[in-house]
C-alpha cells in the first residue's frame, strides 16, 4: 500500500523523535566542533564537557553543541513536514506511486541544504566569515547524514518488525480502531 500525507508525516516526526533523539544524544559529543579547534585545544569528549565559553552563563561546550543538534533537529522536523507535502505530490506522479528505498535516502540532500539555509537565518549556528558559512558546517554535515541514515535503516528494518501493519496503514503510526 502506498503512504498517505498522514501517515508520512507521523512516519517522519516519529522518526525523529525516537530514533532521531536517541542518535542525536548518542553522537553529539563525538561530533567534530570547530570552537575547540579556534582555541587551540584538542576535540575531545573531557575538553568539551570542561571548557566554558563566552555565551550566556558559562555553558560547556558540550552543552552548545547539544543546543545545536537539537535545535537543528526540531528543525528537521518542523521542514519535514512541509518536505512529505511536496514528495506526497511528487509520488502521485509515479506509475506505482510509491518510493524506491533508494529515493528516501538520497532525498537528504535537498533537505540538508534547506536545513543548513534555515539553521542559518534561525541563528541556530555561528556565522562564518562569508555568505551562509558557519564554522560548524562540518559538525551539521555529519550529524544531519548520520541521523537521516540511522533513520532510514531503521524505517526499513525495526520499524517494520515492530509495527508489522504499519506499512497497510498508509504508513500510519496512530491507527484509529
Known amino acids: 500500500m502506498s503512504y498517505t500525507l498522514s501517515g508520512r508525516i507521523q512516519t517522519r516526526l516519529f522518526l525523529i523523535a525516537t530514533v532521531g533523539v536517541a542518535w542525536t544524544a548518542l553522537i553529539t559529543p563525538f561530533v567534530p566542533s570547530s570552537s575547540l579547534s579556534q582555541m587551540g585545544m584538542a576535540n575531545t569528549i573531557m575538553t568539551k564537557f570542561m571548557t566554558t565559553i563566552p555565551i550566556g552563563p558559562q555553558q560547556s561546550l558540550l552543552f552548545v553543541n547539544y543546543q ?29 506511486q510509491d518510493w524506491p528505498p533508494l529515493f528516501s535516502l538520497v532525498t537528504v540532500v535537498p533537505e540538508a ?30 550529524h544531519i547524514t ?12 525495526p520499524l517494520r518488525v515492530m509495527l508489522p501493519r504499519w506499512r497497510y496503514e498508509g504508513g500510519a503510526i496512530l491507527v484509529r480502531g
Not at 75 to 82: D, F, Y
Not at 146 to 157: D, P, Q
Request: charged content about 10%; glycine content about 12%.
Open 68 to 96: 545545536m543538534t537539537f535545535e537543528t533537529l526540531g528543525l528537521m522536523a518542523g521542514l519535514g513536514i512541509a518536505w512529505e507535502i511536496v514528495y506526497h505530490r511528487l509520488q502521485g506522479l509515479r506509475w506505482d
Open 146 to 157: 548520520t541521523v537521516w541514515l540511522v533513520m532510514w535503516l531503521f524505517s526499513l528494518g
Open 113 to 142: 541544504v534547506a536545513l543548513w539555509y534555515v539553521s542559518w537565518v534561525a541563528g541556530v549556528f555561528p556565522p562564518g566569515p562569508t555568505g551562509f558559512s558557519s564554522p560548524e558546517m562540518e559538525m551539521f554535515v555529519i
